[in-house]
């Protein structure tokens, strides 16, 4: 697989041999992680919807260059940085953490993200990167880091914790059918305290 150049901002991906144009606009991959993270969606459901929001053409692709167009998509995602294999903690929501994101985002580009038509997904990606260590955002996720690692917070970090914990705390995901269990494991809770 060719690598992406990354002095260029990619506006189509070649899969097959042929140029596919592609949605760029961060906005289209924030919608695909917003699949990968919901709970309602098998892997293979997330990969078929994250080829149909990226791909313009999509519909007309032969089945034999999904897996290819695959591994293209989350190349482009990942702004073609090599990453580690090891499973990562969850520290970030795309959702939860929309606000605290766009504000860094728009600290690093000096802009207000929302307000243009388009920005490239390497350029919103790139200044997501770059929020700085002092952010709201950066200590949110230092935090989380902290507390999955089972590290003891400082202070004023366990302060900030105390007076943030809505901010800090990742909301679980469930799918419909986790919240149906839950409803019912529930309701035949209550059956059998009132059968006391």
Known sequence: MNPLDPWELPTSLTVGGRSWDIRWDYRAVIDILRYFSDPEYEEDERAEIMLDILYVDYASMP??????????????????????????????????????????????????IRMTNRLHWWTFLGAYLEISNDSLYSQVVCIRDKKSRGKKLEKLEQQFYRENRALIDLKPRYSEEDLAEKKRLLAALEGSERGM
């Open 63 to 112: 089945d034999a260059l999904k897996e290819e167009a695959a591994q293209k998509a989350v190349s482009f995602i990942d702004m073609d940085i090599p990453e580690d294999r090891k499973p990562a903690r969850r520290l970030m929501d795309w959702e939860q953490d929309a606000p605290l994101i766009v504000t860094g985002v728009n600290h690093v580009l000096n802009t207000e």
